[in-house]
């Protein structure tokens, strides 16, 4: 199936899409940090606000006393606004995200300003290979009235048991599954609290999609795996779609 076969909806609950490509260069030219200038001479003109982002890494490690967490160097990273739109590039040593916020523009969009964003990566680093790719859409469902249940929202599918669409406020919900030796999607189903007096908080459906399997750095390439895991993502959506669901994608719902 076609991205333009799937449906453009009017009132999208797509808070935040993120496309993140993790990729290795190669050994004559390896990393340096004047590839940050490099990078934002290239994408000024859409994208001309520069910020440094620098975060703790955490590292899960398995052991004799379970799971705990491991500090690992910060890596620098960098951040690029677009001039017009809720749109934002992220550049760091080994990976390129390219971060939407609402109000989400289609898939037809987002496809071309995530190739966008590959060819002006491809233009600045000697890219050698693609790692890993993860397509990541977080979907925030408004509730209406304090006595909305999950299962007004949402129907039983392969990610989200029937159980807990019975669930009163305070559920969550994780499924990871690996569908290949390279392939995984998790699906975070969850419980927003209200964050004012105006609000009965939300229903989170978040669809993370990846694949660690090595790819050629090239466009079309990276173009028709990006477009497998949206596949991916749209069936675990459409899935979980109920009616209500429908009628508030389609504007009907208030």
Request: charged content about 25%.
């Amino acid at each position: 199936m076609k991205a333009t076969e799937h449906p453009s909806y009017p009132n999208p609950t797509i808070a935040e899409a993120v496309c993140e490509i993790q990729f290795e260069l190669t050994e004559e030219n390896p990393w340096k940090p004047s590839l940050f200038g490099d990078f934002y001479k290239n994408v000024q003109s859409e994208y001309p606000e520069m910020e440094p982002l620098q975060g703790v890494g955490l590292q899960l490690q398995v052991g004799p006393q379970g799971v705990g967490q491991k500090l690992t160097p910060p890596r620098q990273r960098m951040r690029f606004k677009h001039a017009e739109r809720p749109l934002f590039l992220q550049l760091e040593e080994s990976s390129l995200i390219v971060n939407f916020l609402a109000p989400y523009p289609g898939w037809d969009t987002v496809v071309r300003d995530v190739m966008n964003a590959w060819g002006h990566a491809e233009q600045v680093l000697d890219l050698s290979v693609v790692t890993r790719i993860g397509l990541r859409y977080i979907n925030r469902i408004e509730r209406t009235s304090p006595t909305d249940r999950p299962r007004d929202w949402v129907k039983p599918n392969d990610y989200v048991a029937a159980e807990v669409l019975n669930s009163k406020p305070g559920f969550l919900s994780r499924v990871e599954t690996r569908t290949s030796e390279y392939d995984t999607i998790i699906v975070t189903f969850g419980d927003q609290p209200p964050e004012g007096l105006s609000s009965f908080g939300a229903i989170i459906l978040d669809i993370d999609r990846s694949t660690n399997r090595t790819l050629p750095a090239r466009a079309q390439e990276l173009e028709r795996e990006v477009t497998r895991l949206h596949e991916d993502v749209w069936q675990a959506f459409s899935s979980a779609k109920g009616d209500r669901l429908e009628a508030l994608l389609q504007g009907a719902e208030s």
